[in-house]
Structures are given as C-alpha cells and as structure tokens.
C-alpha cells in the first residue's frame, strides 16, 4: 500500500491562521511589552502616501485580470492584514475617478464595474488633506504635489512607481513590496496563531478559536495516549521553541533529516506533531526573510515631531481618540516623549497646532 505523504497526516496552521487573522491578533501583543519581549516579534506595519499609479494598476488587475471574483492582490492583502497602511491626500479621489472610464474601456469592463471596485478599495485606504500652500509651478509635476506635501506632512515615504516624485526629493518606496508584505503577513500569523493557541493566553474570536479546536482535537487525543516519558518530552521541546527564538530557528535547519526519520516511524501522531513544528519554522524563516526585503526597500526613516506622530495616528485611526489613546499609539509607532506629563504636552501642542477638535468628552479628531 502506498504512503501517504506526510503533509497529508495533518492540518495546515498557514491554512488555520490566515493573514486575515493577523488584525486580531496584533492587539493582544501590542498591548503588552511583556508578551512582545517574551516571543521577540517584530509586528511590521509600514506606513505611506499612496499615489494614483499605484491605484490605477490595482484596479486595472481587479477589472482586467483577475480570474476569481473573491480574488485578493497582494496589495489588498497586505492592507486587510494591517502590514500595509496607505494614507493617500484627498486629491487623489479625484484624479482616480477622472480616469474610471478610460480604466473601464481599457480592461473592456463597465464603469458601472469601475465605479464600484473604486469604491471598495478607496474604503481600504485613510485619507488626509494636506495644509494649503503656494502653488509652486516650477515643479517637474504639479499633479504629483498633493502626495509630496502629504509625504513632508506625514514624513511617510511615498509609494509610487512614478519617477517624478522622485525628482522632486520625496522620499519614495520603488520596489513593489506588495506581495513580500503579504508574505510576511501569512508567516506572522501562523507565528501569533500558533503562539496564541499554544499558551491558551488569549483568544482570537470565537470562530477561529472553534476553527483552531476542531483542528488540534485528534492530534491532543492521540498525544494522551502517549507514555508519560514521551508526553514530557515533547511538551518540553514545544516549550522550548516557543520560548527561545534560537531554538526556534534550529528547528528548521534540522528539519529534512527529522523529516527522513519521522517517514520511517509508523507513528501519525508523532509525524503529525514534527511537521506542525516544520510549519512553525518555515513561518518564522519566512517572516524574517520577509522583514528583511521590506527593510532594503525603504528609505531611512525620517524625523517627525510630535505633532507628526499625532496627525498619523488620527489619520490611521479615522475615529475620534483620547489624548491618552492618542499617546499610546504614538509610543508603539516608536515616539519617545519628554517631560514628566507627556499627556499634558500633547494636549498642549495639538491645541496649539489649530489642525484638531475635540469635544466635550476629550475626544480628539484631525480636522479635514
């Protein structure tokens, strides 16, 4: 009788913990230091000014090329799993919806189709009106100003494939890091998810916690049956791997001779276990693999006050916040703040600033 091969004895964890999950998951660590230092995760969301050449390929894929309807790009991907946050200026609604019908004529679909993916994917982007300004007519474009003062404002890079930008000293994402971001989305969910389960800390909704127990329940009923000496074992190694990063690594550099072992036991159980914990390494390889073709395609990271840390949050958020929300979001974007009452400052400063309101419950909102 044939053998079944070994990726068939199991459920996938890549197909447990979509990339879909990964803004579920993001809050529980996000919100504890304590947890993020224990698992060393780098929770990755790139922030940009998205231009119109961007947008208009994207559409064009979804009118033109795309074979399923419920198919995503990379690019949406990306942006539904948090990885990928795109703030465009409000000119570019404009500058799109221009352009629908020649997007519709050219990938033979309707307007009426047009208009409609439009829509859906302008819902997926946050938009921001720069600070009104001279026109400067000497520019190489003028049309490419509204992305280059959102850049300045924001001190975000651009993502464009347009040389123009470029040339006109913004800073600019050129490579197309859309299908590297959803990578690294797919590999750190698997990561969070299966840590998540692993500890029974926290739960990711109800769904995918039901989802995560119809899954394991053969593979833990099959682990009591084990002798005690071997359930200590391999609970210790789990253990070991969530804990440790290096011991995580190892085990995908040992895994093809574990795998030429794990074939020759009859055990499906024990195959079963070693190749979640094969998943489980090929994520974190493909994480870091990712993580690092994100990092080359970035331009240095600009300095921002605490006026520009406070109007991306607002921007991203999209929904009034507290000061002390507000604050919170600025620390874990990496602002540093100074002074014995931060809080107070910010207060201060963003009053100050004329660009935001609140109400009479304190919460704040970016005026637009």
């Given at each position: 009788m044939a053998t079944q091969p070994l990726q068939s004895e199991v459920f996938r964890l890549d197909a447990l913990f979509r990339s879909d999950t990964l803004p579920s998951l993001r809050p529980f660590f996000e919100s504890s230091p304590e947890l993020k230092s224990l698992v060393e995760l780098h929770l990755l969301q790139i922030r940009a000014v998205v231009d119109a050449d961007v947008v208009h390929r994207e559409l064009r894929w979804r009118?033109?090329?795309?074979?399923?309807?419920?198919?995503?790009?990379?690019?949406?991907?990306?942006?539904?799993?948090?990885?990928?946050?795109?703030?465009?200026?409000?000119?570019?609604?404009?500058?799109?919806?221009?352009?629908?019908?020649?997007?519709?004529?050219?990938?033979?679909?309707?307007?009426?189709?047009?208009?409609?993916?439009?829509?859906?994917?302008?819902?997926k982007l946050c938009f921001y009106q720069p600070l009104p300004r001279v026109a400067d007519v000497s520019v190489v474009d003028p049309k490419d100003l509204p992305y280059k003062h959102a850049s300045d404002e924001l001190a975000l890079?651009?993502?464009?494939?347009?040389?123009?930008?470029?040339?006109?000293?913004?800073?600019?994402?050129?490579?197309?890091?859309?299908?590297?971001?959803?990578?690294?989305?797919?590999?750190?969910?698997v990561k969070l998810g299966f840590m998540v389960g692993s500890t029974y800390t926290v739960t990711v909704g109800a769904e995918a916690f039901k989802a995560a127990i119809r899954g394991i329940k053969s593979l833990f009923e099959g682990f009591r049956g084990l002798p005690s000496w071997l359930q200590f074992a391999i609970g210790a190694s789990m253990a070991a791997a969530l804990i440790h990063p290096k011991s995580r690594a190892k085990l995908l550099e040992g895994w093809n001779s574990v795998r030429d072992a794990a074939t020759k036991f009859?055990?499906?159980?024990?195959?079963?276990?070693?190749?979640?914990?094969?998943?489980?390494?090929?994520?974190?390889?493909?994480?870091?693999?990712?993580?690092?073709?994100?990092?080359?395609?970035?331009?240095?990271?600009?300095?921002?006050?605490?006026?520009?840390?406070?109007?991306?949050?607002?921007?991203?958020?999209?929904?009034?916040?507290?000061?002390?929300?507000?604050?919170?979001?600025?620390?874990?974007?990496?602002y540093v703040p100074r002074g014995q009452k931060p809080e107070a400052y910010l207060r201060r400063v963003m009053r100050q600033s004329g660009q935001f309101t609140s109400d009479s419950s304190g919460m704040w909102t970016l005026q637009n």
């Open positions: 009118l033109g090329s795309r074979q399923k309807p419920d198919a995503r790009s990379g690019l949406e991907e990306a942006i539904d799993a948090g990885v990928l946050a795109l703030i465009a200026p409000n000119f570019l609604k404009v500058e799109i919806e221009k352009y629908l019908e020649v997007i519709a004529n050219d990938t033979g679909s309707t307007f009426d189709n047009a208009q409609r993916e439009w829509e859906l994917f302008q819902a890079p651009v993502y464009t494939r347009d040389p123009h930008l470029k040339k006109m000293g913004a800073p600019v994402m050129w490579v197309c890091i859309d299908t590297v971001c959803r990578d690294h989305a797919r590999a750190t969910s009859k055990g499906p159980l024990f195959k079963g276990f070693l190749v979640l914990m094969c998943q489980l390494a090929e994520a974190e390889s493909a994480a870091k693999n990712a993580h690092r073709q994100i990092q080359r395609a970035l331009p240095p990271a600009q300095k921002a006050t605490a006026i520009v840390y406070a109007t991306r949050v607002c921007v991203l958020s999209q929904t009034p916040l507290t000061i002390q929300e507000i604050a919170r979001r600025m620390r874990n974007e990496g």
